[in-house]
């Protein structure tokens, strides 16, 4: 079983379109985050959800919204496409924990390639 | 969190022992370090995290000094198969504030 999963792998659109990407994880973990990855292959989190509820959100253009239906899902909508969008999105889900427990480990997903025309 | 500088790529030969060094000259009482491997067209994976001193898994070991401004991963006997970019970070706490990933570190293993 896929640990966590991402649809669709692949997205093609036209600029100014309104798309969204869905991420699911049969972990049982309580935090899930997304991850955008440009071209020059820099990895940067864009969002973080513990037990549906946004505990990061880094300096990302409003258009971008995620959306927490339950703790093993966040997908992602992306409204108003526009060409710097075009990257690889990464879904990733752990454990939560604080200092001093260990560090929990983060698992990825497989990425979701979007080009935006 | 603390930035990390490591090489942008190795090259190493099957069946050696390849290290690879990072520093992170600013990291906090309460990070934790640890390293990521990521293949082409893959989401990264976890290798090792360590807080201090040596860490040993399967794949790798982590060596961390007592200052913690560094960290250097070892992979024993490589293969071809551990070509791919390696990411160092430090991760506050828990690391549920999410990670940083810089460029990385491209090893590429030779025959």
């Known amino acids: 079983d896929t640990a966590v999963s991402q649809t669709p792998k692949y997205l093609v659109t036209q600029m100014g379109n309104d798309k969204s990407i869905k991420c699911e994880q049969n972990?049982?973990?309580?935090?899930m985050y997304w991850y955008k990855q440009d071209s020059k292959k820099f990895l940067k989190i864009m969002f973080s959800y513990n037990n549906k509820e946004l505990i990061i959100n880094e300096t990302v253009p409003n258009r971008f919204s995620p959306k927490s239906p339950d703790k093993a899902h966040l997908n992602l909508h992306i409204n108003s496409l526009e060409l710097g969008d075009s990257a690889v999105y990464f879904c990733a889900s752990s454990l939560f924990g604080d200092f001093p427990s260990s560090y929990n480990e983060q698992f990825f997903g497989p990425g979701t390639r979007l080009t935006v025309l | 969190l603390a930035k990390t500088t490591q090489p942008i790529s190795m090259d190493s030969y099957e069946g050696q022992e390849v290290n690879i060094t990072c520093s992170h000259n600013n990291i906090a009482t309460n990070d934790y370090i640890t390293w990521y491997q990521q293949f082409p067209s893959q989401g990264p994976r976890f290798i090792i995290q360590?807080?201090?001193t040596k860490v040993t898994n399967e794949v790798a070991s982590l060596f961390i000094p007592a200052d913690r401004k560094s960290s250097t991963l070892s992979l024993p006997r490589v293969s071809l198969s551990d070509t791919a970019v390696y990411y160092c970070l430090v991760a506050e706490g828990g690391g549920a504030d999410g990670l940083t990933f810089g460029k990385g570190t491209h090893l590429i293993i030779q025959p």
């Open positions: 360590g807080y201090k």
């Open positions: 972990l049982g973990h309580d935090t």
